[in-house]
């Protein structure tokens, strides 16, 4: 089948061009409103479309080449940085947060590493989960009768595992030193864990 013996869909031209301008498919696919799915289906059935494709992302390389070799940096798509934000606020995870935004976690480090806006953007949502995740744990411990579990072992490691990260996002915000919030996160975990243990001995008891 080859592309005049069938109707081209509105998202193909959509979709090639993302692919030439990132190089990535998954992110081409949810630029151009679609699923990874259609488009190999497509590529499987038309050999036009296929060659279009892989010409897409030899552009996409021969561009990230230029750019290294110039020391440019290339856009990036909104989507994928609004997305991984978001997702990174609500998880803490970065694996999780990349695979949400359809990137692997190789190229937001490397984002992270060439780009100062876009590392201050992840601290800050860090910084934005660890705060709701502590308020998170705190009113599961104060709600007498929570309408939903809490892994709170898990949550209280996760907020061990980023402290040192979350210190010097605090230490910038509140103008004091990264020691200084340190310990008052220290504390603060502390009294979470005293909490948890008398709200087990309550429940055992």
Not at 35 to 41: D, E, G, H, L, N
Not at 62 to 87: I, N, S
Request: net charge positive; charged share 30%; aromatic share 8%.
């Amino acid at each position: 089948m080859t592309e005049k013996q069938r109707n081209i869909l509105l998202w193909e031209e959509p979709f090639l061009a993302a692919l030439a301008r990132w190089g990535n498919i998954g992110r081409a696919a949810k630029a151009a409103g679609i699923t990874k799915s259609p488009a190999y289906r497509i590529r499987k059935r038309d050999p036009e479309f296929a060659r279009r494709w892989d010409a897409a992302l030899r552009d996409a390389g021969a561009a990230k080449c230029r750019a290294a070799k110039q020391g440019e940096v290339l856009p990036m798509a909104y989507h994928w940085e609004r997305d991984f934000m978001q997702a990174l606020a609500e998880t803490s995870n970065v694996s999780a947060a990349a695979a949400r935004a359809m990137v692997s976690t190789r190229e937001v480090y490397d984002e992270r590493r060439r780009n100062s806006a876009f590392a201050a953007k992840w601290r800050a949502a860090l910084y934005e989960g660890y705060c709701n995740l502590e308020m998170e744990v705190l009113g599961y411990l104060r709600d007498p009768a929570p309408k939903r579990k809490m892994n709170v072992a898990n949550a209280l490691r996760l907020l061990a595992a980023h402290k040192e990260s979350i210190a010097k996002e605090g230490a910038q915000r509140a103008n004091v030193s990264a020691a200084e919030v340190r310990a008052s996160i220290e504390r603060r975990v502390q009294k979470l864990r005293e909490q948890i243990a008398a709200r087990r001995e309550r429940e055992a008891g």
